[in-house]
């Protein structure tokens, strides 16, 4: 399972770690709502009008901003928070919005591993 | 500023001629990352640098590759992942419906919500946890695809 652990830098710049799962076909990077406290918002549906297309059809989300750090790189990139069901694995969804771009991937399916690169 | 001791052969000499170069630090840090070399500063103002060496050039065969590192110690930063992976049934028996922080492969504190957890968390002092919610009902899969409302 392609799931990444990303530091997210809170406003009051305290870090947590959340696991998140690799998806090339999410825009934006996206989180499951309950997770608004972090991102120092009042609530989950406080941010931009958005709406995303999943598996279930067209959900409303909200669209933020938010500090990501993987491999030691850290990205100032579009967040948005979304009503998910609850999983332990991941949280949410890393997407591509301004950090991909910072990255390169490659998933090698025979060991089943995702390859990173800093200097794509 | 202070350097690594045992960092070796080009990455050793590159590192020491920045140090030592009178750059601001943020232009030492450019001069690594335009070098190649990966970075960290931590919380405290210190400089982690990552560097990879060629230990054994055709060290095992392309085939066997992936059965040894499947029985390797996942990253660091993969530990938490792993552990709750691996200890899913274990902590379901003792967290369901409760967010947990994770840290050095224990749970530190939980919660019934994230905001009483991050307040547990700040009142032990706990720094850069794991946090995830272990689910009392069923695990449910999903991808999404993202696009702006119009």
């Known amino acids: 399972m392609p799931v990444v652990t ?6 009051n710049g305290n870090r947590v770690s959340l696991p998140l799962m690799f998806d090339t076909g999410a825009s934006v990077t996206t989180l499951r709502a309950d997770l608004y406290p972090l991102l120092g918002v009042p609530s989950w549906d406080s941010g931009t009008p958005l709406h995303t297309t999943t598996a279930s059809g067209v959900e409303p989300c909200y669209g933020y901003r938010a500090t990501l750090e993987l491999c030691g790189k850290s990205v100032d990139c579009p967040v948005n928070l979304l009503q998910m069901p609850a999983n332990p694995l991941y949280v ?3 997407g591509r919005a301004e950090i991909f771009e910072s990255f390169g991937f490659g998933f090698w399916e025979s060991n089943r591993e995702l390859y990173l690169t800093l200097t794509p | 500023m202070t350097t690594a001791t045992s960092v070796g052969g080009t990455t050793k000499n590159i590192i020491q001629s920045i140090a030592t170069s009178g750059l601001s630090p943020e232009e030492v840090l450019q001069r690594l990352k335009s070098s190649g070399i990966e970075w960290y500063l931590t919380e405290q103002g210190n400089l982690m640098i990552k560097y ?11 085939e066997r590759v992936g059965t040894i590192q499947a029985q390797e110690t996942a990253p660091f930063h ?11 049934d274990e902590l379901r028996q003792n967290y369901a419906g409760r967010w947990v922080a994770i840290l050095g492969n ?3 504190a939980s919660a019934p919500t994230l905001p009483q957890l991050l307040d547990n968390i ?8 794991f946090l995830t919610e272990i689910p009392a009902g069923p695990v449910t899969w999903m991808t999404t695809y993202a696009r702006s409302f119009v």
Request: aromatic share 10%.
């Open chain 2, 78 to 88: 993969a530990n938490a992942l792993e552990w709750v992976s691996s200890h899913l």
């Open chain 2, 52 to 62: 990879w060496q060629l230990g054994a050039e055709g060290f095992v065969s392309p």
């Open chain 2, 122 to 129: 700040h009142e032990l002092g706990i720094e850069h946890p």
């Open chain 2, 106 to 108: 224990e749970v530190v």
């Open chain 1, 92 to 94: 949410g969804l890393f």
């Open chain 1, 6 to 11: 990303v530091t997210l830098v809170q406003p």
